[in-house]
């Protein structure tokens, strides 16, 4: 997933997209495409990005593009969902995850297959895990009874999720950097409780069924690369660093 404009992080840096830096001599969206290419559970892969963008340009004819008009990470989705007329559901990586391994996928793609059902099933990674292993990585985590933990890159999605239940998805999208539009989706109650980490995994997947119309699942990623994005500076330099003290695996990605 690489349909989005150039962020803010892309624009202090001077690069077209954040998914064209460069971490460990390659840019981070042919590193992560290639831990993709290399998990051996998955089928076609798809690159979804801005028609005739930075993204297409630096691919060129090494990947399937699909290009939806839509900017939007719903459109981009319906649009490779178009492409493949014949899938009912797809994986979603996206293109921020530099040290992601095929090992992390393989786990994930297994993981979501035992959940044929869901509409929605979302990856998720125990925050300590990726504190432990980048220490200078910035994260957020959401604290519930079973743990804290941290969201990651994965999500795997059905067609019919994305044809019916859409624009809730989007709804919920846009209200989350907002505490008021966040209460008035999810309800006071259940955000202060949110807020307090007494809900447990189970009653966070029960509310947003309720939400999003469709049947959701959830997947505890035992890797920390999952629950590692980059999204400042900071961010950055911790994967240029990672994969300097760690070359080899580094590259893995």
Known sequence: MANGAACKL??????????LLDVGGAAMIDRVL????????????VVSCLPDGPI????????????PTDP???GGIAEGFRLLPDMNRALLV??????????????FAREAAR??????????VDVHLTRERYPDARRTAIKMREGNYTASGFSVVSRRF??????????????RKSKFAMARLLGYSFLARLALGTLSLHQIIDRAEELLGGRCAAVSIPY??????????????????????????????
Do not use: N
């Not at 040290?99 to 996928?105: E, K, Q, V």
């Open 56 to 67: 297409a340009r630096h691919l060129g004819d090494g990947a399937a593009l699909a290009q």
């Open 10 to 19: 892309a624009r202090k840096l001077d690069v077209p997209h954040k998914a």
């Open 94 to 107: 996206t293109c921020d995850m530099p040290l992601l391994t095929p090992d992390a996928i393989c786990y």
């Open 115 to 124: 959940w044929p059902d869901a509409d929605l099933v979302y990856g998720m």
């Open 34 to 45: 290639q831990a993709v290419r290399d998990c051996p559970d998955l089928g076609e892969v």
């Open 162 to 175: 994305v044809e019916e239940c859409g624009p809730k998805l989007m709804a919920a999208f846009h209200a």
């Open 224 to 253: 920390p690369e999952c629950g590692f994005d980059v999204d400042s500076e900071a961010d950055l330099a911790a994967a240029r660093a990672f994969c300097e003290r760690v070359p080899a695996e580094g590259e893995s990605a």
């Open 72 to 74: 939007t990470f719903l």
